[in-house]
Structure formats: structure tokens, C-alpha cells
């Protein structure tokens, strides 16, 4: 099996658990947290929020952490990967060189289908074709003179490798695509587009260039800006197999390369506007490419600095951005993470902010209002606090909001607001979250498990049990009989009884890698940091599990008496039906 890395090559899942064998996480920790041994786990005080009684814990078995205080888990990869705001292949690249692992050389290759190296390299070219159109093309003059009347000079244009597509239909084919597979190779990165009536065409033309690098500094795609008032005004790159406009984010490779220890970050709306920031030494904004903000934008925000501060127009259209922006932060917003607003008045942008009143006035904190002001002013414009129903209402629209915040310091305060506001009992709002059903707001995805029933419950104890002794798995005898048992969940574990068989010394950060960055990963996580101590403590470990297997069976069974039975008398059955019927309940007598 492989972990496929985003828009790279993969990792073997046999390298990766070697990888997590060779680290042992409490010594990997320890070097950034010092650790103190407390029973069987490890405990310190949380390096990814302000506390001062430990709930930061570290088991050594499971090879895994978690804190108690605002939720922060994963493998030993997950940690350097939060706490120091590391991708995950480098990470990894960074375990490797501490086991002294090489990594596998097809981790560095493309996968195999798509060719993905050939077509960072032809961008790279491309990139390269597009700043000596800037220099040498005789329609240059005009981009240059754009240039130099939004004030970018030619360090900051250099910088960003800033380019110039030529007016014309064929001037990148003429230059790069002029055979069969070289055009097939443009297209493929989004630079060419397909006539109906066969051939190709550029797919900027006239247009100021901007690469998009990646985290790792390849070059995925291109933005697009016009010289005139001619729409669209912004063009960006298609998806493609190496380019998703969801994940990635402009000017954040620049921002890492140019600030080593980056505490803030800005999210600002264009590529213009990135740009003009770093004229006045503002080297710390990233924008969207052509798409709101989505969870993993923020995740990987959050990933390389603990502060976000999203810039938006005053206008309309900027207030219903920064709402968005809002629902997509709170699900993320544990302790230790801050995002705050900053609009710009009526008439401005980023861009034409800084220039009129420079670098100190945008970076002046007093004018960001915080996440959670935010949504209090917001939740506040449509209620009467005046009145008790008013009140009533504010609590009302306050609560599916908080309950999709992890438990932290933040979600305290925030329920201290609006208890202070509705003239409420802190208390008695905690009382009403506990029974807050999850909800879907637009771009809102919440936390919050649902409710499992008994049956989906004996899987998450099953697989609870495998996390935590993974060897368990041998005592399973017959593993095809729990195929086709009519409960949520037992697909997946079955993978899960697969996957441990194949991999015999895997352990429970093994699982965990195994499905990073899949749906089912914040289940497991989940799983992992629960029931720790009760299972540690159990004598019976083996035969708890086995009475689980055979409660699970069960099920199979009863489903198959109930398929017999269900007819409108029994009499009607045949003796084969009866004598069927006589087995299956001595099994479920048993059972």
C-alpha cells in the first residue's frame, strides 16, 4: 500500500511504519517539550496552547499524542508536522535523515500515470518563456508601464517572477508545443486549450503573469491579469493533475522562504494585492486562488503560523466573504490558532490601503477584530437584546456556532459573551450544547460526532481494541465471517483486520499514516485518544475483544433468521426453512 502525497510521488505504507518503529515519539517530543513520565503516558504542558496544568499526553504504546485541553493528536509526523509548521513530505524527509532512512526512490517519482515530473519541469520552462516576454517582446512596453503604475519595482517583480503572455493565439505553441506530445503535454497543464475543429490555442494571451508555486516551490500553475478593463480580469489555471485551486494558496511558498519564523499570516484576495504588500516589506500575505477559503487553505494556514488575519473590502460582497471565511475558521479554531478581520474602508483594497497610508497603519493590531468579536457583532445586528426574547434569540443563534469549536479556552469564552449578553447562566448554555444537534451552514462542516447506535458502537470498541494491540488481530479465526454483517462500519474493518495481517509489526501511528487525509482519519484519531486508560488497565484484553467479534457475528445471524421468518405464517415455510430456522437459533441462543 502507498500514501499518496498531494500533486507528488508516494511513500510505501512498509517505509512509513518503518519510519514510525525507528522514532520513538516521547523522545522525538521531548527534544522540542520536555516530558515527564506520569503512570504509563508522558504529560506536559501543551505546546500548542496557553496552559498551565499539563493535559498534553504521550503514550508511548500507541505511539501517539494527545491534548485533553484543546484537542491537538496525531503520530510523531503529525507533531512536526504542527509544531513545525513542516509539509508532510518534509517531515518526513526530516525523520528520515534523524533514523538515517533513505526514502525509497519512488517516493520522488510521478506517479506513474500521469507523468507529474515532466510536467513541473515544462512549467518551469514556461515559467522562464514568460519573463523574457516581459524583457524582450515588443508589446512588453505596455505590461512594464502597468507595472510601474501599480508601483512594483523590478526586485519585487523578480521576486515573484513576474511575466508577460504576449498578445496572439499561438505564441507558447510556437514556442514549446510544436509536436503532437508536446502540445498533449501543455494541455495537460491547462497552458494550451483544445479547438472544437482540432489544434490548440494559448490559453493567456495579453496578459501579466504570475507562476503559483507549491509548498515545495514547483510550479503548478499561472494567474493571469489583463493590462486593460477587458473581463475576465483574473484568469487562473484549470485543475489539473498537479494544480487544485482548493488546496493551494499564492505567495505562500515566497512567505515561508522570506520569513523563517512566521507568526502572522494575511489572506488577502489577489494576486495584486500579495504583491503590492511586499513592495512595502508586508512579505507575510497569501491569496486565494480564485475560491473562498476552504478547510484545508486553513489547515494549512494554520500549519505554518499561528495567526490568520483575513483582509476584505468593507463593501457587500467583502462582509459576505468574511462570514464564509468565519463558518470555514471555527471548526479549526483550537487554542493556540487566532484569526482575526481587517476590512479596508469603502473604496479600498489591500493594495490601495497600504500606499495610501503605509506599512505601520495595516499592520496596527487595535484595527483587527478577532473571530470571536466578529461573530458576536454579526449574531447581534439581527437580535433586540432589549427584549428577553432577544435574548432569547441571541443564545439561540450563538449555539450550533460554538458547538462546532473544538473544547478549549476559546469555546469558554465565547459561551461567557453570550451568557454575559442574554443576561444568561454560563452553565445553563453548556447544558444546551450538550444536547446541540450537529448542523450544516453552508460552508459550516462540524466536529461533532453524530449519535452511534449500539451495533456501530461495538465497531468503534472492536477497532479501539486493534489500535490499541494491534497483535490482536491474530486471535481473529475466521475473518471471512464477519463479511456481510448488516452493521455500519464492518467494510472498514475489515480493511482495518487486512491491513494489520500485511503489516505484522505496524502499530497504532502505523494505522493512523496509513489512512492520512481520508475521511476516516478524524474517526480514528477520535478513537485513538479515547478509552486509553480502561483498555490499559484491562486484564482481559484478548477475551474482551473476542466476545466483541462474537457479538458482531450475531448480528449476522439474527439478520438471517429475520429473512426466514418474515413471511405471514410460519406453516408456510418449508422443511428446509424449519430445520435452517432450528440451527440459526441455537447459534443466537449461544451467541
Not at 500521469?114 to 508589446?139: A, D, W
Not at 491579469?225 to 475576465?232: A, G, M, N, S
Not at 480564485?290 to 494554520?302: I, K, P, Q
Request: charged fraction near 25%.
Amino acid at each position: 500500500m502507498f500514501i499518496l502525497l498531494p500533486m507528488a510521488g508516494r511513500i510505501p505504507q512498509n517505509f512509513i511504519d518503518e519510519l514510525l518503529a525507528r522514532t520513538d515519539i516521547v523522545d522525538l517530543i521531548d527534544g522540542f517539550v520536555p516530558l515527564k513520565k506520569m503512570g504509563k503516558d508522558f504529560k506536559a504542558c501543551c505546546p500548542f496552547h496557553d496552559e498551565k496544568t499539563p493535559s498534553f499526553t504521550v503514550s508511548q504504546n500507541k505511539q501517539f499524542y494527545h491534548c485533553f485541553g484543546c484537542g491537538a493528536n496525531g503520530t510523531a509526523i503529525s507533531f512536526l508536522m504542527e509544531y513545525s509548521h513542516l509539509e508532510f513530505l518534509e517531515a518526513i524527509e526530516e525523520m528520515a535523515n534523524k533514523a538515517g532512512l533513505p526514502i525509497p526512490e519512488e517516493a520522488n517519482q510521478p506517479r506513474t500515470d500521469s507523468n507529474l515530473s515532466e510536467l513541473y519541469e515544462l512549467l518551469e520552462i514556461v515559467v522562464r518563456f514568460y519573463c523574457t516576454q516581459l524583457k524582450e517582446h515588443k508589446q512588453a512596453g505596455r505590461a512594464i508601464e502597468y507595472l510601474k503604475n501599480r508601483g512594483i519595482s523590478g526586485e519585487i517583480a523578480k521576486q515573484f517572477e513576474l511575466g508577460y503572455a504576449p498578445a496572439g493565439w499561438d505564441n507558447l505553441i510556437e514556442e514549446l508545443g510544436k509536436s503532437d506530445a508536446a502540445q498533449k503535454r501543455l494541455s495537460l497543464t491547462g497552458m494550451i486549450i483544445k479547438r472544437d475543429n482540432g489544434g490548440y490555442y494559448d490559453r493567456f494571451r495579453d496578459r501579466i503573469m504570475f507562476p503559483i508555486r507549491d509548498p515545495r516551490g514547483r510550479v503548478i500553475g499561472f494567474g493571469g491579469r489583463v493590462l486593460d478593463d477587458e473581463t475576465p480580469k483574473y484568469l487562473n489555471s484549470p485543475e489539473t493533475p498537479i494544480y487544485h485551486k482548493g488546496r493551494e494558496l499564492y505567495g505562500l511558498y515566497q512567505a515561508r522562504r522570506t520569513n523563517k519564523d512566521l507568526q502572522r499570516l494575511y489572506v488577502v484576495e489577489g494576486y495584486m494585492d500579495v504583491i503590492a504588500l511586499a513592495q512595502y516589506g508586508i512579505t507575510n500575505a497569501v491569496a486565494s486562488l480564485g475560491t473562498a477559503a476552504t478547510s484545508d487553505h486553513l489547515e494549512r494556514l494554520f500549519r505554518a503560523a499561528a495567526q490568520v488575519v483575513f483582509c476584505f473590502d468593507g463593501d457587500n460582497a467583502g462582509r459576505t466573504a468574511a462570514w464564509r471565511a468565519l463558518e470555514t475558521t471555527l471548526p479549526l479554531i483550537r487554542d493556540g490558532r487566532q484569526a482575526f478581520f481587517m476590512f479596508m474602508p469603502q473604496g479600498e483594497d489591500p493594495d490601495t490601503y497600504v500606499r495610501s497610508n503605509g506599512r505601520e497603519s495595516f499592520e496596527d493590531n487595535s484595527q483587527y477584530l478577532a473571530l470571536s468579536d466578529y461573530l458576536i457583532a454579526k449574531l447581534k445586528e439581527t437580535t433586540d437584546l432589549s427584549t428577553t426574547q432577544g435574548q432569547a434569540k441571541l443564545v439561540d443563534d450563538a449555539l450550533p456556532f460554538i458547538s462546532l469549536m473544538p473544547q478549549g479556552a476559546l469555546r469558554k469564552l465565547l459561551i461567557r459573551d453570550v451568557a454575559k449578553l442574554s443576561d444568561g447562566d454560563e452553565a445553563y448554555i453548556e447544558s444546551l450544547l450538550s444536547s446541540q444537534k450537529p448542523v450544516e451552514r453552508r460552508t459550516i462542516r462540524s466536529n461533532k460526532p453524530a449519535q452511534k447506535s449500539g451495533n456501530e458502537n461495538l465497531v468503534g470498541k472492536i477497532i479501539s481494541m486493534l489500535l490499541y494491540q494491534p497483535t490482536l488481530v491474530h486471535t481473529v479465526e475466521n475473518q471471512d465471517a464477519l463479511k456481510s454483517i448488516p452493521v455500519a462500519g464492518v467494510d472498514f474493518l475489515l480493511e482495518l483486520l487486512e491491513l494489520i495481517r500485511n503489516n505484522p509489526k505496524i502499530s497504532c501511528a502505523g494505522i493512523l499514516e496509513n489512512w492520512r487525509d481520508t475521511k476516516y482519519e478524524p474517526r480514528l484519531k477520535q478513537i485513538a485518544a479515547s478509552n486509553s486508560d480502561m483498555l490499559a488497565v484491562s486484564s482481559r484484553l484478548e477475551e474482551e475483544f473476542l466476545g466483541a467479534l462474537t457479538k458482531l457475528q450475531a448480528k449476522k445471524t439474527q439478520q438471517e433468521l429475520k429473512q426466514l421468518t418474515n413471511v405471514k405464517r410460519v406453516s408456510n415455510l418449508s422443511a428446509e426453512d424449519k430445520e435452517a430456522i432450528r440451527k440459526l437459533t441455537k447459534i443466537s441462543d449461544k451467541k
